[in-house]
């Protein structure tokens, strides 16, 4: 099994729908993060948690929200998808002590 | 603060011949520095990092790179280059112990490989 699971790995959503991806790591790391990636931008933060009860905005935060439900579980939720929302998103988890960031395999999101 | 630049957004070599992408970076606390590699439809995958041990790191596939201080460099190499090194390349730094702790990643490198 992957360290790091994200789900769903494609999906397709309408304008204006309330859509969630989740991640789940089996790393025992306190901190994730969610990321973007689009072309030619390299990847950009969206949010980011320490621990549980811990949860910070990244460079580019809005129109987006996150759970941690739990230290293995951290979601990413668009609450009213737009277009240009449309991107491949990934969730990573890392070790503070040796700095060694794991990437889950990434969700293609399309919002048309 | 930390950035990263990658002064090629695409690099095409022939098969078995040397493979250089460039790294920039700037960090105000000591740096931590990694290359990731992103095969097509596929995750990131780690291919080697810098963490103030030996200035010459290597990785896996055969790439390294080179920590250089003074020219605030962190370049990846090849001697040579296959067919299945095509992929991008993104390098990416963080700083450890800064209280923000979280990685900035580059635009990313496109690696072409030429038959």
């Known amino acids: 099994d992957a360290d790091v699971t994200q789900t769903p790995r494609n999906r397709i959503t309408k304008t204006g729908k309330r859509i969630m991806l989740e991640c789940s790591q089996t790393k025992g790391h306190d901190r994730m993060y969610w990321y973007r990636q689009d072309p030619g931008l390299g990847l950009r933060l969206i949010y980011y948690s320490f621990d549980v009860k811990d949860i910070n905005k990244g460079e580019i935060s809005d129109g987006y929200s996150v759970s941690r439900q739990a230290q293995a579980k951290f979601s990413l939720s668009l609450e009213s998808a737009i277009p240009n929302q449309t991107a491949l998103y990934f969730c990573?988890?890392?070790?503070?002590?040796?700095?060694?960031?794991?990437f889950g395999s990434g969700t293609r999101l399309t919002v048309v | 603060a930390q950035s990263v630049t990658q002064l090629d957004s695409h690099v095409s070599v022939s098969e078995g011949t040397p493979v250089l992408l460039r790294c920039n970076y700037s960090s105000s606390y000591s740096p931590s520095l990694f290359w990731y590699v992103q095969h097509p439809n596929k995750g990131l995958q780690l291919l080697l990092k810098y963490t103030s041990a030996a200035t010459l790191v290597k990785g896996i596939n055969g790439f390294e790179a080179e920590f250089k201080k003074s020219e605030t460099s962190f370049h990846l190499t090849k001697p040579s280059a296959h067919m299945s090194d095509a992929a991008e390349y993104f390098c990416v730094v963080s700083a450890l112990y800064s209280s923000a702790s979280k990685i900035i990643f580059g635009s990313g490198t496109r690696l072409s490989i030429r038959p």
């Open positions: 990573a988890t890392s070790d503070f002590r040796q700095g060694l960031y794991t």
